[in-house]
């Protein structure tokens, strides 16, 4: 069954770094890539999508690389600032499918 | 972006009664909806996918007869909470999107409901 792995349930960075989360999936060869940021008690709100046939996206300070060799993404954030801490989702998916989220990354970025 | 609303943010109810929850699409027309359910500290969990003007299509281990579904129109999907017991208690958030090809997906502000 499909499945997806994200690099750690929480991850703490200093104001100013960058940070770097990893979505990992298997038994899976999804078309499309999405990022999401979930603030507490508040619905997910979408961030970026790549396609399989993308490299890199950008969008301001965020980066999104999407490796379908390594069923991997990479999802950066570049000059962190306290407002980034919230926790960060991907969900591969095709074309049509329903979407499936991965765990999710928990931020926090320190001041 | 497009705009989901739903509504209540939070409810408390009696367990053994039943709880609607209401998700919109303010400026444009949802040809399906996704309802998910999300307990403290994991991921979302889809529960059920509807269409409107059909039946919806229930994700496995979800029971429909608990977990009712209604998308009447191209702006609007609810699901009630059947006979609710502590156990339901949870965070339910539903998505919208345009269409069928539409890739992106559009959240809602989620509902916490917690049944005493």
């Known amino acids: 069954s499909q499945k997806i792995e994200q690099n750690s349930e929480a991850l703490n960075i200093q104001e100013g770094k960058t940070a770097t989360l990893t979505c990992n999936y298997t038994?899976?060869?999804?078309?499309?890539l999405q990022w999401y940021r979930q603030d507490p008690g508040r619905g997910p709100v979408f961030l970026l999508l790549?396609?399989?046939?993308?490299k890199e996206k950008r969008k301001e300070r965020l980066k999104v690389t999407f490796d379908t060799t390594l069923k991997q993404s990479l999802f950066h954030i570049t000059a962190s600032q306290p407002a980034d801490s919230a926790t960060y989702l991907c969900a591969p998916h095709n074309y049509g499918q329903n979407f499936v989220f991965g765990p999710g990354t928990r931020l926090s970025v320190l001041p | 972006g497009a705009v989901v609303s739903q509504h209540p943010s939070r409810v408390i109810c009696k367990s053994g009664t039943s709880v609607k929850i209401e998700c919109r699409s303010l400026d444009f027309q949802a040809t399906t909806m996704f309802w998910y359910r999300q307990f403290p500290k994991q991921s979302l969990m889809l529960m059920a996918t509807s269409n409107e003007g059909s039946k919806a299509t229930y994700e496995q281990g979800v029971e429909k007869d608990k977990f009712l579904i209604n998308h009447a129109s191209l702006t609007l999907s609810t699901l009630t909470v059947t006979s609710a017991h502590p156990e339901d208690s949870s965070f339910y958030i539903c998505?919208?999107?345009?269409?069928?090809?539409?890739?992106?997906?559009?959240f809602g502000q989620g509902t916490r409901l917690t049944v005493v």
């Open positions: 998505s919208a999107s345009e269409g069928f090809m539409n890739t992106e997906a559009f």
């Open positions: 038994n899976y060869s999804p078309a499309y």
């Open positions: 790549i396609r399989e046939n993308e």
